[in-house]
């Protein structure tokens, strides 16, 4: 049997749909473990401004109250090997950003005695206005949701040339487009923040081996990722840290952020006990990381005959309270601000903006899901505006082996065309020739008006 | 009351592997001493598939059969570098490590088949599991017995082999212009949705009859796990245009979804008809000419749908989800005469209301600018 192209059933897919696969919360050791509950902030935004545990310390059960001084190192950049500073702590210190941002954790003899001691730290807060809107963030009264100020501030990526606080792309001459173009549609997009929603909430078991080496057993998509993550968190070499991979019971870019495994190393480090944290359904939906809200503006230049000369967007990205990964997703957004057409002249504008909500994370489709909804929101409305065919417009304007994309990447294998010309035939509908008979080929013929041939071959930015 | 039937159109493209490059993946093969064959690997298996596909790329590079094959990622200590299962990047990125390291593993039991035979390596080959003279398959031995031989009777070898695969680093040359000084990614792919759907113009309520979803996928290592990624991505990109938002009343935090009763995810009640177009151009330096599909499959549907709101109707809602609140506003709009865009000069101008321009205060340090500089 040929092994490529086999329709061979999933690899221990049938322990998954008969409940034989072990998940992280199915782990039974001999020796028990403790449970851990953490104490979450109950505001948007505010200062501690006082913190006693003692009362709760006193409670039966009770192993361990761990807060931000139990950490070895508190604050660790998920991005840090790209050079991004780090911002957020494992543990609150004394300020809260976001509604349900973890200030301390207990790890006692069952869940409703670690929740009990929870429930019995005394804390107190002043609150501070918070910031939601991203649009309002650039006001100058705007409350302040981030200590760097409402913007990321170093997107060069590196800690000694911190860079512009924006990304930008810009290649050709969009002001050549805007002056040549017959009509310039512009629209603005906003895509939801959204939930991973997975089955099995966030959970791990972190188990201290009497050699003092911490292995966790983590539901995490990235086990060398998060190794990385719990090492730097307790101050250890790599060899101080095995993670143990599990089956994951749903992903989707929410267990990048391996949001349980650290804390309940902490908890484990300090009890010399094995400790289990899993978060309750609500902790799942409220407390961890959501697919980043978009607030995109383009303004798109054409020809009454549907070409695309030029595009300018600006793009706010929803990071939430803290970084994490939203540098990353700003700037592979804007690499594809063009979607899967060839647009000579562009000017894209990114900025990852920080407000007094749970930080946006890694979801499917990070980055672009909202590129795609920008591109094909304006080139539907631009066929409807100027009353041509949606996919002519696309065929036309489609990315071409060779073309360059507005970062200069030089496209090998780039399929609009193929695809378009495939849906269309199962949808039923009737391509005029020119159209049927294109190729992914570079374009030559009669499609392509003989003033644009330079403008869809340029190479690098201007 | 009516309900009005519309069709729209999405085309996509997605890159394979992190954005910039970089993102590394290392694998280890060992044989058993009945030549079965274990695969360790970092590549976490979050039910994209990657471990099913491995084992095929594997089984193939190799020359044995897949149930020869083990893939097992258990942990950070047996398991070599895996950078991570995001990005869409393990049946290529990870793939691609497998199969050079499967590739080491067949060069070493050709080495040591071509001792035992007597031939020249470059003269044999491997198919399911027996290594045999090109032109003269009467002369072979099978991989067991060569695993066999090389660890009980040659000195104790364990056949092995280390596979890497990366895309170097993609620096950003320049801040202004983003120009780069390789690619950013490992491929792209591209893919259109087309969604057939009934609006009810009463209710503001949208079903989707069918999705039409294409995707150049370069070569399906799996076709039925690629249908399973469409499947699964289709009903996550109905979710994400109709139904699902974190904060219902964005921005406003309040109102938030805390359970599967009051977050809207999609149900099978909601699933369309998926007609699945799988389009294979095989890629240049993908494993066996694949490329992704995992994340890409729900980008398509908020666009195809939006827009065959506005065939059914006649009203374009820009902000997602889709629901059936915001479609009766943009038709109250509508049938007010307000929707139209306004038109100053060349200028057509959707969505003012929603611009920072709008909302943010007029001395703000951030605009939209129509300057096109």
Redesign the interface.
């Known amino acids: ?13 049938a322990g998954h749909v008969t409940g034989q696969t072990l998940f992280v919360d199915d782990i039974r050791l001999p020796q028990g473990n403790l449970w851990a509950k953490a104490l979450r902030s109950p505001h ?1 935004s505010a200062r501690i401004t006082s913190f006693d545990a003692s009362k709760a310390a006193s409670l039966p059960g009770v192993h361990a109250i761990i807060t931000h001084a139990d950490v070895p190192r508190n604050v660790f950049g998920h991005l840090a090997f790209l050079g991004v500073p780090a911002d957020e702590p494992l543990l609150a210190v004394d300020e809260v950003r976001y ?1 349900g941002q973890p200030i301390a954790a207990v790890a006692a003899d069952s869940e409703e005695a670690a929740q009990a001691a929870v429930d019995a730290i005394e804390v107190e807060y002043e609150e501070r206005e ?1 910031l ?5 963030a ?4 705007a409350p302040k949701a981030h200590h760097w100020g409402n913007w990321l501030p170093y ?3 590196e800690l000694e040339n911190a ?2 606080d924006r ?5 050709g001459d ?2 050549w ?2 002056e040549k ?15 991973h ?1 997975p089955l099995e909430t966030q959970v791990a078991l972190a188990v201290p081996e009497p050699s003092g080496r911490m292995v966790v057993y983590s539901c ?6 998060s ?1 990385g993550h719990v090492a730097a968190h307790l101050g250890v070499p ?1 060899n101080g ?5 599990s089956a ?1 019971g ?4 929410g ?2 952020d391996s949001s349980s495994d650290t804390i309940a190393a902490v908890l484990a480090l300090k009890t010399e006990r094995p400790v289990k944290w899993r978060w309750t ?2 902790e799942e ?2 407390c961890s990381g ?2 980043a ?1 978009w ?1 995109i ?1 383009v ?1 798109d ?1 054409v020809t009454k005959d549907g070409w695309i000369l ?1 595009r ?1 967007t ?1 793009t ?1 990205h929803d990071a939430g309270a803290y970084l994490r990964h939203s540098s ?1 997703a700003t ?2 957004h ?3 601000c063009a ?2 057409y060839t647009i000579p002249n562009v ?2 504008l990114a ?1 990852a903006v920080f ?3 749970v930080p946006s994370t ?1 979801m ?6 909202s590129t ?2 920008l ?3 304006q ?3 631009i066929a ?2 100027l009353d041509l065919d ?2 002519e417009v ?1 065929l036309k304007n489609a ?1 071409r082996i060779g073309d360059t994309m ?4 030089v ?6 065309v ?3 010309q ?2 269309a035939e ?2 039923g509908i009737e391509l005029a020739p020119e159209y049927k008979a294109m190729t992914w080929e570079p374009r030559t013929g009669a499609v392509l008006p003989e003033w644009l041939v330079e403008q869809q071959a340029k190479g ?2 201007d | 009351m009516a309900r009005h039937k519309g ?9 394979t592997g992190m ?2 490059s970089g993102d590394l993946t290392q694998s280890w093969i060992k044989l058993k001493h009945d030549g079965r064959v274990d695969v360790l690997s ?1 590549t ?4 994209n ?1 990657s ?2 596909a491995h ?3 594997v ?2 590079a190799l020359g044995v ?2 149930d020869w094959v083990t ?1 097992d ?5 047996a ?1 070599p ?7 869409s990047r393990c049946t290529f990125i990870g793939g691609n490590a497998v199969k050079i390291a499967a590739e080491r593993v067949r060069e070493r039991v050709l080495e040591i088949a071509g001792k035992m035979l007597e031939i020249d390596p470059a003269d044999l080959t491997i198919e399911e599991g027996v290594v045999f003279a090109r032109g003269a398959p009467e002369t072979n031995i099978s991989v067991s017995d060569v695993a066999h031989a090389a660890t009980w009777q040659l000195g104790g070898e364990l056949i092995s082999g280390t596979g890497t695969f990366v895309k170097p680093f993609a620096k ?1 040359l ?7 000084d390789r ?3 490992a ?8 969604a057939e759907i009934e609006v009810d113009d009463e209710t503001g309520e949208v079903r989707v009859e069918r999705f ?1 979803e ?3 996928i370069g ?7 690629v249908e ?1 990624q469409i499947q699964g ?1 289709t009903v ?1 990109g109905l ?2 245009a109709l139904l ?4 219902p009343y ?4 309040e109102h ?5 009763a009051s ?1 809207m ?1 999609p149900s099978m009640v909601d699933l369309p008809q998926i ?1 699945f ?1 799988c ?1 294979e ?1 095989p ?2 330096e993908g494993p ?1 000419g694949a490329k992704a599909c ?3 499959a ?3 549907q ?3 749908v ?2 065959a709101i ?1 065939d059914a109707v006649g009203v ?1 809602v ?4 889709l629901t059936p609140e915001r479609v009766l506003r943009a038709l109250e709009k509508k049938a007010a005469g307000e929707d139209a ?1 306004r038109v100053d000069g ?7 209301e ?3 321009n709008a ?3 007029p ?4 605009k ?1 600018t ?1 300057d ?2």
């Open positions: 049997m040929k092994a490529i192209g086999a329709r061979l059933p999933r690899y221990e897919g948007h509604l918070p939601f809107d991203m649009r309002k650039f006001d100058p009264d997107f060069g990526g860079g512009p990304r930008r792309i810009r290649k969009l002001e487009a805007f173009a017959d009509t310039i549609v512009k629209g603005v997009y906003r895509p939801a923040a959204i939930e929603a995490t998509q990235a086990m060398h990722f190794a790599l840290v095995k993670l143990v991979s994951v749903g992903g989707f870019g267990k990048v359904r609500e939906f409220l959501t697919r809200a607030h503006e303004a230049a030029g300018k600006l706010l990353y700037t592979k804007t690499f594809h979607g899967a000017s894209f900025f407000t007094n909500r890694a499917r489709g990070f980055g672009v899901t795609s909804f591109a094909e929101m080139v539907n409305r409807k505006v949606p996919y696309r990315n507005p970062n200069t990447v496209l090998k294998d780039p399929s609009t193929p695809v378009v495939a849906i199962h949808a690098g930015q | 069709r729209g159109l999405a085309t996509i493209e997605y890159p954005n910039q970092g976490v298996d979050i039910g598939g471990k099913t084992r095929q790329i089984a193939a059969p897949v893939v990622v258990s942990d950070t200590d398991s570098w895996d950078t991570g299962t995001f990005a950003i320049d801040q202004e212009t983003g120009r780069i690619d950013p990614h491929a792209l792919s591209y893919g259109a949705s087309v039409i294409a995707y150049d070569y399906a290592i799996n076709p039925t796990i399973g991505g996550m979710g994400l699902e938002a974190s904060y964005y921005p406003s935090p938030r979804g805390a359970d599967f977050y995810a007609d177009l389009l151009n890629s240049v066996f995992g994340e890409m729900n980008n398509g908020g666009p195809s939006a827009a506005h374009w820009t902000e997602l989800p865009p060349k200028w057509v101008i959707f969505d003012e929603l611009s920072i909302v943010g205060a001395d703000a340090d951030v939209f129509f096109p500089f």
